[in-house]
């Protein structure tokens, strides 16, 4: 499988698989012989970036059962050091029946401790390799956030640092106070990020001041000034809206832009006898800056599919016309 490079430091940079392998759904909607099954074949394919979060599960997200099923499945399977396990906190609710908006744990330094530890020993290992900032905290300082996630790099709890759903005048702040403090900063972003483009004018139940999940021109802009970061795209196949009925568009999509990149879309399916799940992939792998699609898939097949989006090269052509729809 084709390869990226994460991470700026030459000592601590890791070259993972083009695509990465989410894992939101294992071990809940995805019962564990399948989940097995799909991280099997995944491997097999060449596949190195694996992608969970310690709020991934049941109980409102407090079970932390997609950490522990990817635990299991390292120890059963150890499938050695070049697979790259990533996971998250800061999003985990503190209490049954609340949610990460109105109680998540944040981004405190006695959080950041304490749930690095949890996540540590639901996955079975000495090292995560890159710990995600899940959700931004307006509550804790900046400064004391960096140098919790430091410390735990400095004991080597953790490998790379990352951010996801952050403002990005949020990222360059914590990445200039790591930098003055010659400390590890965020070296990856995961965001939302597909072919199709959300409205970011109005907010939605998950971000009620707007769709800050979503990498838009902020960040997309950011990444182009600042090309040894890597882009991680979470929901790149937006959970079956390009291929299946039953899975409509979120409100955020109805905008005419929807149905011009859909027809782009549909011409470009229909020349190279892909799937649109497909180009939609290629054509996130082929951009400017370096993005790395975060897929899922409920069953080998949707699995499958994803990867034969590796052998689709688009032309030229095919990418302008793609890109010049709006």
């Known amino acids: 499988m084709r390869q990226r490079t994460i991470g700026i ?17 294992m071990g809940t909607h995805t019962d564990e012989k399948t989940s097995f099954a799909i991280l099997d074949r995944y491997v097999e394919a060449g596949g190195t970036f694996i992608d969970t979060a310690n709020n ?19 120890r059963s399977r150890n499938p050695g050091a070049e697979v790259v396990v990533a996971t998250k906190l800061g999003a985990r609710p503190l209490a049954p029946r609340t949610t ?14 304490e749930s690095t530890e949890r996540s540590l020993q639901r996955l079975g290992r000495e ?17 004391e956030t960096v140098e919790a996630f430091a410390e735990q790099v400095a004991l080597g709890r953790v490998g790379l640092l990352g951010v996801s759903n952050h403002p990005a005048w949020r990222v360059e702040r914590a990445r200039g106070l790591a930098a003055a403090a ?5 070296e990856v972003l995961q965001y939302h990020h597909s072919y199709l483009r959300p409205r970011t004018d109005i907010g939605d139940s998950v971000c009620p001041e707007g769709h800050l999940g979503a990498a838009g021109s902020d960040i997309l802009t950011y990444l182009r000034a ?3 970061l890597a882009l991680v795209a979470y929901t790149p196949l937006l959970s079956g809206a390009y291929t299946r009925a039953d899975k409509p568009l979120p409100r955020d999509y109805d905008h005419p832009g929807t149905t011009t990149r859909l027809a782009a879309l549909k011409e470009i399916v229909a020349e190279t006898g892909a799937t649109p799940n497909q180009v939609v992939l290629a054509w996130q792998i082929g951009q400017d800056i370096p993005i790395i ?6 069953s080998v097949e949707q699995l499958e599919e994803s990867l034969g989006a590796l052998d689709l090269e688009l032309t030229e052509d095919q990418r302008a016309r793609l890109d010049a729809a709006s």
């Open 182 to 186: 010659g400390v590890p900063g965020y």
């Open 100 to 113: 990460y908006i109105d109680n998540g744990e944040g981004l405190s330094a006695r959080v950041i401790r």
């Open 9 to 25: 430091d030459p000592a601590t940079r890791r070259e993972v698989s083009a695509l990465a392998l989410g894992t939101m759904n």
């Open 293 to 298: 699609p975060l897929i899922g898939a409920s």
């Open 127 to 143: 090292r995560i390799d890159l710990l995600y900032a899940h959700i931004e905290d307006r509550n804790v300082p900046a400064a």
């Open 56 to 74: 991934y599960g049941t109980d409102g997200g407090r079970g932390g059962q997609s950490e522990i099923l990817v635990g299991r499945w390292l």
């Open 226 to 228: 600042e090309p040894e």
